[in-house]
């Protein structure tokens, strides 16, 4: 059975630091490419990292050299750490199996979708407050 469970979410300082975690079963992160999604109350859920099983990366420009996706495939885990975090961070943090910024001719363009992705974890809630 396929599965995604995120954690590591919680309350960090602005400037802080987080890691994210994405833990999978059912299959191996080796062979499917992961993104990290991000969604605030009200708006539209946004893709902002993307692992591609060339290893290929995306970030979206607002996490960019800040956030640094990697796959462990002995883990079975994607993770994002995230550092410098900015009072624009917080948000329910999701994980899906697939992501393809490269199927698009403008990359930026799969941050706002739509996605037709079949797995998705629970999310994890980051909260930035001093």
């Known amino acids: 059975q396929v599965q995604l469970v995120e954690s590591g979410g919680g309350l960090v300082q602005p400037g802080g630091s987080l890691r994210l975690s994405c833990v999978a079963s059912?299959?191996?992160?080796?062979?499917?490419?992961i993104g990290w999604f991000r969604q605030v109350p009200g708006k539209e859920r946004k893709g902002i990292s993307c692992?591609?099983?060339?290893?290929?990366?995306y970030y979206a420009d607002s996490v960019k050299g800040r956030f640094a996706i990697s796959s462990d495939s002995q883990e079975n885990t994607v993770s994002l750490p995230m550092t410098n975090v900015k009072p624009d961070d917080p948000a329910v943090y999701y994980c899906?199996?697939?992501?393809?910024?490269?199927?698009?001719?403008?990359?930026?363009?799969?941050?706002?979708?739509?996605?037709?992705?079949?797995?998705w974890g629970p999310g994890t809630q980051v909260t930035v407050s001093s």
């Open positions: 692992i591609d099983t060339d290893s290929y990366t």
């Open positions: 059912g299959f191996s992160v080796r062979n499917v490419a």
């Open positions: 899906a199996t697939e992501c393809n910024p490269r199927g698009y001719s403008d990359p930026t363009r799969w941050e706002v979708g739509p996605w037709d992705y079949e797995y």
